[in-house]
């Protein structure tokens, strides 16, 4: 797969996360609207869930415009520890859920959780590899063409 579409694919991945992430929100509250019930909504954020809300999804909302806009390698890596750490963030917050006795485990209500779940792997992956080309291209910047591992295989083998 080209850097180009590994690119892609971890701009895609956070674009996509942070739509779950908002419909997720917008469930719950739909749900609590339904049920008559908004009072769970100050027992279980408060002020401060609030402000961590508004920076999760600052961060979704800035990621994939930082990734498109940097590739240095460093920066990368944070995109990969980052999508780790927002990853393990709602695991550990589904976690809490079922642990309180709030939700019943693994219902419809988790397919969004499920898909969170799903698409951090998706570009936990793409990131990692995303990383590597960088990594490789770093490594062989400056050296002359044909002393690269990868253009002598396919030289080789046309002709």
Do not use: C
């Not at 976690?95 to 019943?104: I, P, R």
């Amino acid at each position: 797969m080209t850097e180009a579409r590994l690119r892609s694919w971890v701009a895609q991945g956070w674009t996509t996360m942070f739509a779950v992430f908002v419909a997720n929100l917008l469930m719950d509250v739909i749900r609590s609207s339904v049920e008559g019930s908004t009072r769970q909504w100050m027992d279980h954020m408060g002020p401060q869930g609030i402000q961590v809300v508004l920076v999760v999804m600052v961060i979704y909302a800035a990621m994939p415009v930082l990734v498109r806009t940097f590739s240095a390698v460093p920066f990368r890596v944070v995109v990969v520890m980052l999508t780790l750490f927002m990853g393990l963030f709602v695991a550990a917050h589904e976690v809490s859920h079922l642990v309180q006795n709030h939700d019943k485990p693994f219902g419809v209500l988790h397919a969004l959780d499920l898909m969170h779940h799903a698409l951090v792997v998706g570009t936990m992956v793409a990131g990692i590899a995303w990383t590597r080309v960088g990594i490789k291209a770093r490594a062989f910047a400056g050296q002359p063409e044909s002393s690269q591992p990868e253009l002598k295989k396919k030289t080789a083998l046309a002709g």
